[in-house]
């Protein structure tokens, strides 16, 4: 699908940055402009088997960076010294110096792994098998990941999801329609419940009590309500787009924006309220999203384009778009926004 004709991206000033926004924005009162992050902005190429090194003075894509095949998602460690790359294709990790986005090493024999993610006491290290249909939990001692548990699932897990405590974690099954959760105290699967169709990302409500899934073969977000010792248990949908599929935290501890693929928009949920209450425009297949340390600009992958896309939150406009490689999947930077 060719790109759709939005401005080259400039080179970088607060005159430019601001200009491009009020060029493409609505009129209306003039809000704060979007600011930019201060480090790197790293975009995955799941395609290219690449990252792109985006400058945000100058919104450029500087280099790219090998990784290993088909990388489809990145991750943070805990001490925010290395990005993680899981490069499903080849069973590696690639890190990155989230900093100087220079690679700091390789870690080889992590099958198949499409999905990460770190539980927040920081003991576990988890990855979801896409093509191999199996969870594998890690021991992380700060440095590497040691296999404690290969857990089989149903078909096709896809995203994951750990609660603040640490002691459930939950991961959507893409072709059997399934959210399965797993007790990381015994390392064993606790149950499975039906979903809606295509289930993709999770995301945990901050304020515990709900979770919220991406229905990519459908037009919204399904709700489930968490209670101690019990099943989660489906509540409702909230109604947001054609192919919803990934979550990011806002950053103000109350809203999360969610990417509808098919209906090339991200809709903005209040996640107590839940319900979408705002809607952006993100063209071309928006996939994975970090927004800036301040909440004001989004920066999502446009798939099928090959583009970055940003966002001027305020102005819910699209400002530029930044060439990248094929298939730009996961998108980070540490100079984020909170990420619950």
């Not at 839940?274 to 809607?279: G, I, N, S």
């Amino acid at each position: 699908m060719p790109a759709p004709a939005f401005p080259a991206a400039p080179a970088w000033s607060r005159r430019s940055f601001l200009a491009s926004g009020l060029a493409l924005a609505a009129a209306g009162p003039a809000p704060a402009q979007a600011t930019a992050p201060r480090t790197p902005v790293l975009v995955l190429n799941s395609q290219s088997g690449s990252v792109s090194v985006i400058d945000p003075g100058r919104w450029v894509e500087e280099r790219r960076i090998a990784t290993g095949r088909e990388p489809h998602h990145l991750y943070m460690t805990p001490d925010e010294r290395s990005v993680i790359v899981a490069n499903a294709g080849s069973d590696s990790l690639t890190f990155i110096d989230p900093r100087t986005a220079q690679v700091q090493r390789q870690i080889s024999g992590i099958l198949d792994p499409y999905h990460l993610r770190f539980s927040p006491d920081m003991r576990w290290f988890v990855t979801a098998a896409n093509r191999l249909n199996h969870i594998d939990l890690y021991h992380w001692d700060g440095e590497n990941p040691a296999l404690v548990q290969r857990i089989p699932t149903g078909r096709t897990p896809s995203h994951l999801w750990i609660d603040a405590a640490s002691t459930t974690l939950w991961a959507s099954m893409q072709d059997s329609d399934e959210l399965v959760a797993i007790d990381l105290a015994t390392q064993r699967l606790s149950y499975r419940v039906p979903t809606g169709r295509t289930p993709a990302d999770v995301f945990g409500t901050p304020d515990g009590r709900h979770l919220l899934v991406g229905l990519t073969g459908a037009s919204g977000v399904q709700v489930f309500e968490l209670a101690a010792g019990q099943q989660a248990r489906a509540v409702g949908e909230i109604a947001t787009g054609k192919g919803a599929h990934a979550f990011r935290a806002l950053g103000d501890a109350r809203h999360v924006l969610v990417s509808n693929r098919v209906a090339n928009t991200i809709s903005q949920i209040d996640c107590s309220a839940l319900r979408a209450v705002a809607q952006f425009p993100a063209p071309s297949g928006p996939d994975c999203m970090d927004v800036s340390r301040d909440g004001s600009l989004i920066m999502v992958g446009s798939r099928w384009a090959g583009r970055l896309t940003l966002i001027d939150v305020a102005r819910r406009a699209v400002l530029t778009q930044v060439k990248v490689g094929k298939s730009p999947h996961g998108v980070w930077t540490l100079d984020h926004a909170a990420r619950s």
